[in-house]
C-alpha cells in the first residue's frame, strides 16, 4: 500500500503555490483587515479558477466531488500562504451541510459556491459561536442542533461584529433569520460538516506551521550575530530540528484523519480530532519559535510572521479548542 500523495495531488499543490506566491497574500490580508473585501474576493476568483471552491461540491452541481485527502491538500496550502476570509465554512464546512438537502434546494446555492461567485460563511453552536468574516460572504448561516436526533439549518442575520487575535479576521454574532433550510433529519450533516471543517482546520494550521518553520530558517541562515550567522549555533538548530519534527510528526495524523472521514470510518469524528489537536499543537511550537528566534522584529504588526502567528493563535480555538477534541478522543477508546 502506497501512502504518499500521487502526481495530479502534487501538481494541484504546486499550482496553488504558484498562485498564491505571485498573489501578494500578505496585501490582501491588510486590506481585509483595514475593512475592503475586493482584494480578497478576487483572490477566492483566482482559487475557483484552480478548482478549490469547488472540491467539496459533487459533480451534480458543477463541483469536482474529490475526497478529503484532496482538501487536505488544498487547505494545507492556504494555511502555508494565510490566505484570509471564511475558507474553512465557504469551501468545506457549508456544501457539507447544503448536500443533505433536497436537489432543487442544492441547486440554488451549490453552482454558485462551486464557482466562487458565492462566499459562505456559518456559525454552529455550540463550539462555533460565531460566523467568520460575515463582510465577505453572501450566505449566512447558523446550525443548531436541539438534542441527539433534532437539528436546524436556518438562514441568518448578523447582529455584531467582534474583532479577532487575527486582524484579517472578524467574528460575526448571528440569530436566524426564521428561514429554515434544513431541519428534522439535519444532525447527520452537521456532524459530517462538523468532522470535516476539523479536518480542514488541522490542515491549515499544518500549513501555516510549516510556512513559519521555513521563513525562520531562512531568517536564521541570513541574521549575523557575534560574526556568524545565529542558525549556527547549536540551540537555534535544536529548537527548529524540533519544531521540523512535530511538523513531520503531525502530517501522517492529519492524512490518517482525511483517510478515515473518506472511508466514512466509525473512528473518522476521532480521528479528526486527533489530526486538530497534533497540527494545532505542531503549529504553535512553530509560531512560538518562530518569535523566539525572530527576536523583537517578530512581534511588530508590518513583519509579514505576524500574518501567520495571529492566524494560528486564531484557528487553535476555531471549530473547538484542543481540550474539546482531547475529550472526544479520550471518549472514543
Not at 35 to 57: F, K
Not at 263 to 292: E, F
Amino acid at each position: 500500500m502506497r501512502f504518499a500523495l500521487d502526481a495530479s495531488q502534487l501538481d494541484f499543490a504546486a499550482s496553488l503555490d504558484s498562485m498564491l506566491g505571485a498573489a501578494d497574500v500578505p496585501t490582501v490580508s491588510r486590506a481585509l483587515a483595514s475593512g475592503d473585501v475586493l482584494p480578497c474576493r478576487n483572490l477566492w476568483t483566482s482559487l475557483a479558477q484552480l478548482g478549490v471552491t469547488s472540491l467539496s461540491i459533487d459533480p451534480e452541481f458543477d463541483g469536482l466531488g474529490a475526497d478529503p485527502v484532496d482538501m487536505v491538500v488544498a487547505l494545507e496550502r492556504l494555511g502555508k500562504w494565510a490566505v484570509p476570509g471564511p475558507v474553512v465554512e465557504s469551501i468545506v464546512a457549508v456544501p457539507a451541510l447544503l448536500g443533505a438537502l433536497p436537489s432543487e434546494q442544492q441547486r440554488e446555492w451549490l453552482p454558485g459556491l462551486a464557482s466562487g461567485q458565492l462566499i459562505s460563511t456559518l456559525a454552529m453552536e455550540p463550539h462555533v459561536p460565531y460566523a467568520v468574516d460575515p463582510a465577505m460572504a453572501d450566505v449566512v448561516l447558523l446550525a443548531r442542533t436541539a438534542s441527539v436526533s433534532t437539528a436546524s439549518v436556518s438562514t441568518a442575520t448578523v447582529i455584531a461584529v467582534h474583532e479577532s487575535i487575527d486582524p484579517s479576521r472578524r467574528l460575526g454574532e448571528v440569530v436566524a433569520e426564521g428561514t429554515q433550510i434544513a431541519g428534522g433529519d439535519s444532525t447527520e450533516a452537521i456532524d459530517r460538516a462538523e468532522v470535516l471543517a476539523t479536518l480542514a482546520c488541522a490542515a491549515q494550521l499544518l500549513g501555516a506551521g510549516q510556512a513559519m518553520l521555513d521563513a525562520t530558517v531562512d531568517y536564521a541562515k541570513s541574521r549575523q550575530q557575534f560574526g556568524r550567522p545565529i542558525g549556527s549555533f547549536q540551540a537555534i538548530k535544536h529548537a527548529l530540528a524540533d519544531v521540523f519534527i512535530g511538523l513531520e510528526l503531525a502530517r501522517p495524523v492529519l492524512f490518517n484523519a482525511a483517510l478515515s472521514v473518506g472511508a466514512n470510518s466509525r473512528h473518522a469524528r476521532r480521528d479528526a480530532s486527533a489530526a486538530k489537536v497534533v497540527c494545532g499543537t505542531a503549529a504553535n511550537s512553530s509560531s512560538r519559535t518562530a518569535l523566539q528566534v525572530h527576536g523583537a522584529i517578530g512581534y511588530t504588526m508590518e513583519y509579514d510572521l505576524s500574518l501567520w502567528t495571529t492566524k494560528v493563535r486564531a484557528l487553535q480555538s476555531s471549530w473547538g479548542t484542543a481540550a474539546v477534541h482531547r475529550r472526544r478522543v479520550l471518549e472514543s477508546l
